[in-house]
C-alpha cells in the first residue's frame, strides 16, 4: 500500500468512527475490516469446538463477516448479531441477508451494557476487535456471562493488547480512541472477576494476536 493510500485509508477510518461506525464512510470502514479481519478472526475460532446445533451470539457484530464464517459451522442451531452501531447493524444485514431471511440468524441493535437476551441464552459468544471499545470492560464481561450458558464458551479475539511488541501507529490509536488495552494476566484477571470459572489465553506469535477463552 502507498503512502497516499494508507493516508486515505486514515482519512475513511477518521470519519467513519471505528468505535461507532457512522455514515458512507462508516460503511467502506467496515467493508475492509470485513477483509482486514478474516485471517484473524478464523484463528481466534479455531478455539471452538462445533457441534452445529448451537445458539451463537457475536457481539459488536461490525460489518457481520464474522457471523458469515460461523454460519458455516451451524446447521440446526439459531446465529445472532449485536451491535450499538445502526450502519454497523445494517451492514451485517445486507452481508448475511440469505441467513436471516431463511430464519437462521437475527441481527439487532444493543449495547454490551444491557445485552437485550434472556439468561443462559447463548452456548458461544464471540467479540472480535471490539472489546477495548466497550464503555466498562471489566463490568461489561459480567453482562456476557449473564446471557452464556452454564459450560458455555465466550470467546475475546483481538490484535490489540498490552505487550513489548506495539507499533508507534497502533500506540497512537489505543491513545486516540481511548482503547482499553490489558496485559493478558490482566485479561486473565478480569474474566475470573467476572465469574468465569475458566479462563485460557492463546497467543499466536506471528501477528502478536490474543484470543482469550472463558468458559461459564
Known amino acids: 500500500m502507498t503512502k497516499d493510500e494508507m493516508m486515505q485509508q486514515k482519512k475513511i477510518t477518521t470519519a467513519g468512527n471505528p468505535a461507532k461506525p457512522t455514515g458512507e464512510a462508516g ?42 464464517r460461523m454460519s458455516g459451522h451451524i446447521e440446526s442451531g439459531h ?22 431471511a431463511a430464519g437462521k440468524m437475527t441481527v439487532c441493535e444493543g449495547s454490551v451494557e444491557a445485552l437485550p437476551f434472556a439468561d443462559d441464552a447463548f452456548d458461544k459468544i464471540t467479540t472480535v476487535e471490539s472489546f477495548y471499545f466497550w464503555p466498562d470492560p471489566p ?7 449473564r446471557v452464556l450458558k452454564q459450560g458455555g464458551t465466550f470467546l475475546l479475539i483481538s490484535e490489540i493488547y498490552d505487550h513489548p511488541g506495539l507499533s508507534a501507529e497502533v500506540q497512537e490509536n489505543i491513545k486516540n480512541y481511548h482503547l482499553y488495552n490489558p496485559t493478558p494476566e490482566t485479561f486473565k484477571a478480569i474474566f475470573r ?6 479462563v485460557a489465553v492463546h497467543i499466536e506469535e506471528e501477528h502478536g494476536w490474543i484470543c482469550i477463552e472463558g468458559t461459564k
Open 193 to 198: 472477576a467476572a465469574g468465569f470459572r475458566s
Open 27 to 68: 460503511e467502506k470502514m467496515l467493508a475492509r475490516m470485513n477483509e482486514s479481519h478474516a485471517e484473524l478472526t478464523a484463528w481466534g475460532l479455531s478455539f471452538f469446538h462445533w457441534q452445529g446445533n448451537e445458539d451463537v451470539l457475536d457481539i459488536g457484530c461490525g460489518g457481520g463477516a464474522n457471523l458469515h
Open 139 to 145: 463490568e461489561n464481561l459480567k453482562e456476557v456471562r
Open 79 to 100: 446465529l445472532t448479531g449485536v451491535d450499538y452501531a445502526r450502519t454497523s447493524v445494517e451492514t451485517s444485514r445486507q452481508t448475511n441477508a440469505d441467513d436471516i
